[in-house]
């Protein structure tokens, strides 16, 4: 493998896609608890059981990185360690994303009556599926990762998280930012920003 290969994802990136799971989930628990079509049968019990392990996930999520202690270093601080143990953690839940994303991805292709690939069905399934603006690495798409999109840039992360080497840097802490800490939402747009990037949920664009 080359150096490139093996260089770590940064602590801001891993917030940058735990932002972007926890946007496409939130459609998925709106859709599982309001189906758009009364003709896309799915058991209630079902649909209550895929919505409670949907906001299992996404209160794990939030647990992990909603807190703020530590979203932008100061300048004479270390805080490695602490974003080491939370990456750890957050590589582990994405493990668990990963083999639930098929689950999620057939449902609400049910639920939306919408293919995955292409031609979705309106501007919720296609930002769910294919991402916003065409990115495509944020979409769930068929919730495989051989068929790429978001299932395969999280698989990618976790490999080489796994792989080790050395971590990404973070992001410049902006001047206006010195003294403030900034939380899970501000570094993921902190980051995309500086990576040609802007975050965008179903009816929101930042």
């Not at 979203?71 to 994303?97: H, K, N, P, R, Y």
């Not at 690495?137 to 790429?148: A, L, N, P, R, T």
């Amino acid at each position: 493998m080359s150096g490139f290969e093996t260089i770590k994802p940064s602590y801001d990136e891993w917030m940058y896609f735990t932002q972007v799971v926890l946007d496409r989930l939130s459609t998925v628990t709106q859709i599982y608890k309001n189906p758009p079509h009364v003709d896309a049968y799915m058991r209630e019990k079902e649909r209550q059981e895929k919505l409670g392990m949907t906001v299992a996930v996404m209160r794990q999520l939030h647990t992990l990185t909603d807190e703020p202690a530590f979203g932008l270093f100061e300048e004479d601080q270390d805080t490695s360690a602490l974003e080491e143990g939370l990456i750890a953690q957050i590589q582990l839940a994405m493990v668990d994303v990963l083999a639930k994303l098929p689950i999620w991805s057939a449902d609400m292709q049910l639920l939306l009556k919408s293919p995955w690939m292409q031609n979705c069905a309106g501007k919720v399934a296609t930002i769910l599926f294919r991402g916003p603006e065409r990115r495509e690495e944020e979409g769930i798409g068929s919730g495989m990762v051989e068929h790429g999109r978001l299932p395969a840039k999280l698989a990618a992360m976790v490999d080489l998280e796994s792989a080790g080497g050395e971590r990404a840097a973070r992001v410049k802490k902006p001047a206006a930012a010195q003294g403030d800490v900034m939380r899970r939402e501000d570094l993921a747009r902190l980051w995309a920003k500086q990576n040609g990037a802007f975050l965008r949920t179903a009816g929101r664009m930042d």
